[in-house]
């Protein structure tokens, strides 16, 4: 039995019908997957249902050996906009899962203040959402899904706004951060490199199915020579292809 | 700034020198030259005529204001929150819309008395409905997203409303004040003009009596006045204590 279960769901926006078609999907305790997919074909709305954010219509979702109803603040979510708080600083809103939780420690402090230097944003801590790039409003909001030490983390393309070499940087250091905690990760993408380069397994959705799904077997830890070498060329080439075949 | 303040004198400048000059072609019971008006204004200012009728205005105000501000949040609140209030009690509330309140102050005295009960009664109904409605409107300002991330969180609807409904909707909560404070300045005089002998619209009052057209000019200029700095003091406010509420993402 895998960490996060997805079995059989199904899933329709009112009369959109089966914008999920039946979709099963394992992940095991400390693993990183990646979902990949054209837009539109349902990847944010599988997200949703793993975390409970949305409910199927059949089948069901398990993570941890628990049935998943609603959102439970054990998991971390990073929505594809950075959603901030516009009336709080860069470090109150990385603050805002422990806030809504206790009172907020010295200890808490330091930790989010370590989170936003190791995303490159000590210098920015005290800003203003509407005083960050996009690019640093995304950081912002990886750093505050990262504070509560969730048992899984799900992050909707996060990486989405940021130029390629702060995407790189970022791409190392949640990698790292995901090891140390132990953190199962469902991340999605559009960017087939990206997903090879961080993901133990990929999955590629179309029109709410996965429709292709393999195994990355690439050294660990991924450093920056893996991005080059002859077995990471084959695995995006494999899986360009697969994503465009479906449409010519 | 300083070019648009500039303007703005010259303005006031050259209003005040037509009306000088027309002052001279009418008598002064119709229209009293400007000078004569503050030379009245002052006179009064000075005696301490003035001082205990802008004293029971600006109360009136204050405790109207507070009264229906703090009506006007709860029911906001209660109604923006809970599909059932809202669906019961707007019935209620546009009935309550349409009645035109000022023609109420009668009735108020008749019911409060001549003191400053009845005045702070008007006055409150008055400001209710603009702080009750901008409530209500500031709760959906939350996008769809925030919510997702508060019910990620684990948030109860508490957490939702106070950290997260209420300060997204701080501005049309604010702009809602704005307008509250400048009706409440209207529902005080004109319940001053009907019944009662203290504040400045019962002033007014009495020197219609009296013929007293500087007087009554006098008085106007203080209600401006008054207006001008209870709305600036919101403003004020609003810089000093909510200015982050105020950011807007880009
Ligand atoms: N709230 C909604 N109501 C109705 N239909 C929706 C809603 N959200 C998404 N959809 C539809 O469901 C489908 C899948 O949407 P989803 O957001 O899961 O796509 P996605 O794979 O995340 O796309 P992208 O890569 O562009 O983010 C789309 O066709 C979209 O039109
Ligand atoms: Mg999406």
Redo the contacts with the bound molecule.
């Keep these: 039995m895998g960490f996060l279960e997805i079995q059989n769901v199904r899933f329709s926006?009112?009369q959109?019908r089966n914008?999920?078609d039946h979709v099963s999907w394992q992940i095991e305790k400390g693993e990183f997957h990646c979902l990949l997919?054209?837009?539109?074909?349902?990847?944010?709305?599988?997200?949703?249902l793993a975390a409970g954010l949305l409910q199927g219509e059949d089948g069901q979702i398990m993570i941890n050996n628990k049935k998943v109803t609603k959102p439970s603040n054990e998991y971390g979510f990073v929505f594809?906009s950075p959603t901030l708080l516009e009336w709080k600083t860069a470090i109150e809103n990385v603050l805002l899962p422990i806030k809504l939780k206790r009172k907020i420690k010295e200890q808490d402090q330091l930790e989010a203040n370590n989170l936003l230097a190791q995303v490159g944003l000590a210098e920015h801590i005290h800003k203003f959402p509407s005083e960050l790039s996009g690019g640093q409003q995304s950081r912002v909001a990886i750093a505050r899904a990262l504070i509560h030490k969730p048992i899984i983390l799900f992050l909707?393309?996060p990486f989405a706004a940021l130029d390629a070499i702060t995407r790189e940087e970022l791409q190392h250091d949640l990698l790292q951060l995901c090891k140390e905690q132990e953190t199962t990760v469902l991340f999605?993408t559009?960017d087939i490199s990206e997903a090879v380069f961080l993901a133990d397994r990929i999955a590629v959705?179309d029109r709410?199915k996965i429709i292709f799904d393999t195994i990355i077997n690439l050294e660990r830890p991924r450093l920056e020579h893996t991005r080059y070498s002859v077995s990471f060329n084959t695995y995006s080439k494999k899986i360009r292809d697969v994503l465009g075949s479906k449409h010519i | 700034m300083n070019r648009h303040a500039g303007v703005s004198i010259g303005i006031f400048i050259v209003l005040l020198i037509i009306w000088e000059l027309a002052a001279q072609r009418m008598s002064q019971l119709v229209l009293p030259s400007p000078m004569i008006i503050l030379e009245t204004l002052w006179l009064h200012l000075t005696s301490g005529y003035f001082l205990p009728h802008i004293g029971i205005t600006i109360s009136e105000v204050l405790l109207g204001l507070l009264l229906g501000g703090l009506f006007g949040l709860t029911a906001g609140i209660v109604m923006g929150e809970s599909v059932f209030f809202r669906k019961v009690l707007t019935p209620y509330l546009i009935a309550s819309q349409a009645v035109p309140k000022l023609a109420l102050a009668p009735l108020f005295i008749l019911w409060f008395g001549f003191g400053m009960t009845s005045k702070v009664v008007i006055t409150a109904l008055v400001c209710f409905f603009p702080i009750l409605e901008n409530t209500m409107t500031g709760l959906k300002y939350s996008n769809?997203q925030q919510l997702d991330l508060f019910r990620m969180l684990g948030a109860n609807k508490w957490q939702i409303l106070f950290q997260l409904k209420i300060p997204a909707g701080i501005p049309a909560i604010i702009a809602g004040f704005r307008v509250g404070v400048v009706l409440a300045l209207v529902g005080a005089v004109v319940g001053e003009f009907i019944g009662g002998s203290e504040g400045l619209g019962a002033v007014i009052i009495a020197s219609q009596g009296m013929m007293d057209t500087p007087l009554m000019f006098s008085s106007l200029i203080l209600l401006t006045a008054l207006g001008m700095m209870l709305y600036q003091t919101v403003n004020l406010i609003e810089n000093k204590y909510f200015a982050k509420y105020i950011r807007r993402q880009r």
């Design positions: 926006y009112g959109q914008i999920i997919g054209r837009s539109g074909c349902g990847k944010t709305t599988l997200l949703k594809q909707d393309e999605i559009h959705m709410g | 769809k």
